[in-house]
């Protein structure tokens, strides 16, 4: 019965990954079509009327979904590094849309940011902590937030080509991290309050986080190769999660220097890895399918 959960647990996480890698695809493809300029809202008001769109959005959905079936046969141990390997499944996808083959460098580097999450995740999951922490510790953390992501999309804003994409994508991986740790927050007070939670100010600082990271998130979509956004994603929305959780839910995060030494060393590794899509063939391969910055995808389909 055991080795059956287990089996359930795998093939979920991974399914939910391959799915959130093709949602993401299917996104990026009518970020890039649309015309629109990054941090612009005009951007998300024209993707929430493309069908393509929804359906990649909702994929990504469907993927949480299948990993909390995979969390009730399985440990978050087991989990959510497995869930954290979509950029392995968009990789061949991105091959295929570009027709290129996949070289030795870009998979060096999917396998380098892969290992580098699952480490960071899997050695010493974060434990303890308060449920539902007062207003003064979240503070520090949405004032940090704030000023990065404001930085780095005023850098964005000034660059063209690759370094665009990393600022985009590293404020909407911040952003998600945050979206994270409020969703936490969110559902701990709904089980506790149920719709005195509306009174808090947790389920609408959710949604801001929510708007501003899909904005992010679709801008850096747009505005290059998802072999280079997806995994500054990937690697900073869980390190700025557990990074929350640990100054603001209190959680500790390794239990021993050993364990914490292997989490500074994944995330190290993780974000080593990202500098090797930036150099790929298939990087530059999906850089010139659309020529221009300003609207980079008017003379490419999806």
Do not use: N
């Not at 391959?18 to 990054?38: H, I, M, P, T, Y």
């Not at 570009?98 to 999951?125: E, M």
């Amino acid at each position: 019965m055991h080795s059956v959960a287990t089996t359930i647990a795998v093939v979920g996480a991974l399914a939910a990954a391959f799915c959130f890698a093709v949602g993401s695809l299917v996104q990026q493809g009518v970020a890039r079509k649309s015309g629109e300029d990054a941090l612009r809202f005009a951007l998300l008001l024209h993707l929430v009327r493309q069908p393509r769109w929804i359906g990649g959005v909702a994929l990504d959905a469907f993927s949480f979904v299948i990993q909390g079936v995979a969390l009730a046969f399985g440990p978050l141990t087991l989990v959510q590094p497995l869930a954290a390997t979509d950029v392995l499944f968009a990789l061949p996808l991105i091959a295929r849309r570009h027709r290129r083959r996949i070289t030795r460098q870009d998979a060096f580097g999917a396998l380098t940011v892969t290992a580098g999450i699952v480490t960071f995740l899997a050695v010493s999951p974060p434990v303890g902590g308060v449920a539902v922490p007062p207003l003064g510790d979240w503070i520090p953390v949405l004032l940090a937030v704030g000023v990065t992501v404001a930085v780095a999309g005023a850098v964005a804003l000034r660059v063209r080509g690759r370094p665009r994409v990393i600022w985009l994508a590293a404020s909407a991986g911040a952003l998600y991290g945050l979206l994270d740790a409020l969703t936490k927050s969110t559902v701990d007070l709904i089980a506790a309050d149920g719709t005195g939670t509306l009174a808090h100010w947790e389920p609408y600082g959710l949604m801001a986080a929510g708007v501003l990271g899909a904005l992010f998130g679709q801008s850096a979509f747009g505005a290059g190769a998802l072999s280079l956004s997806l995994p500054v994603i990937d690697t900073l929305e869980p390190a700025g999660a557990v990074v929350i959780g640990a100054t603001v839910f209190g959680e500790r995060l390794a239990s021993t220097p050993v364990h914490f030494a292997f989490q500074v060393a994944g995330g190290v590794v993780a974000v080593a890895g990202v500098a090797i899509p930036s150099r790929s063939k298939l990087g530059e391969a999906e850089t010139r399918a659309v020529p221009g910055t300003t609207h980079p995808a008017r003379s490419h389909p999806p």
